[in-house]
Each structure stands twice: as structure tokens, then as C-alpha cells.
């Protein structure tokens, strides 16, 4: 069965770091397209980012480029998200999601919630000073 479950989330102040992990069990890890997504109270679910299967595409939100470094670990079964630089506006319940990637299609053309069909339950993210 596969599982996700998401840690590493926290209290943070402004201009901060985390490091949310994300640990994969009861599949290959390395046949999925990957992606975050954050949730903030009141809001709709929304990418954050996504990485392919070797780790050689890369993609963003325009809100965390350049803050935010996505990677993943095939041989441990783990995702990461490097968060710097946080902001309060970064506040939200952060989920790591898992798909099979569809042939021919763009990091960028999955990299939203209608392609993944399995979830974390998410770790909480405040930034707050």
C-alpha cells in the first residue's frame, strides 16, 4: 500500500528555515512524479513544486522560486523541501503527493492536485514572529 508522511514542519520566524521531508513506503519511489503542495486556512490547495523521477526537472511556484529547493532521495525513499527565507504568507499545512508520470507530458502539466491520486496527511508550516 503505498503511504507518504510528511515531517519536519514547525514554528518559524520570519526570514527562517525548514527542511520538510517526505518518507515514501510500499512503492518504488523512483517510478513517481512527485510534487508539494501547501493548504492555508481558507484557501484552495496549491503547487509549491514538483520534481520528475531522476531529479533532472524541476518545477515552481512564481511565489517560492528562488526560496524553495525541492530534491529527492531514490535509493532512502525520500522527497524533500528546503524552505529559506520564509515568509508569513509560506503559512499553511504543506502535503507531499505521488503519481506515475504520463508520457510525453510537461513537469509543469502535472504539477497540479488533479494529477496526483495519493496524498500525505500533511505537516503544519507557520511562519510568525
Known amino acids: 500500500q503505498l503511504q507518504l508522511v510528511e515531517s519536519g514542519g514547525g514554528l518559524v520566524q520570519p526570514g527562517g528555515s525548514l527542511r520538510l521531508s517526505c518518507a515514501a513506503s510500499?512503492?518504488?519511489?523512483?517510478?513517481?512524479?512527485i510534487g508539494w503542495f501547501r493548504q492555508a486556512p481558507g484557501k484552495e490547495r496549491e503547487g509549491v513544486s514538483c520534481i520528475s523521477r531522476s531529479a533532472s526537472i524541476t518545477n515552481y511556484a512564481d511565489s517560492v522560486k528562488g526560496r524553495f529547493t525541492v530534491s529527492r532521495d531514490n535509493a532512502k525513499n525520500m522527497v524533500y523541501l528546503q524552505m529559506n527565507s520564509l515568509k508569513p504568507e509560506d503559512t499553511a499545512v504543506y502535503y507531499c503527493?505521488?503519481?506515475?508520470?504520463?508520457?510525453?507530458?510537461?513537469?509543469?502539466?502535472?504539477?497540479?492536485?488533479?494529477?496526483?491520486?495519493?496524498w500525505g496527511q500533511g505537516t503544519q508550516v507557520t511562519v510568525s514572529s
Open positions: 510500499g512503492f518504488t519511489l523512483d517510478d513517481y512524479f
Open positions: 503527493a505521488a503519481e506515475r508520470p504520463r508520457l510525453f507530458a510537461t513537469v509543469q502539466a502535472m504539477c497540479v492536485t488533479s494529477f496526483f491520486g495519493s
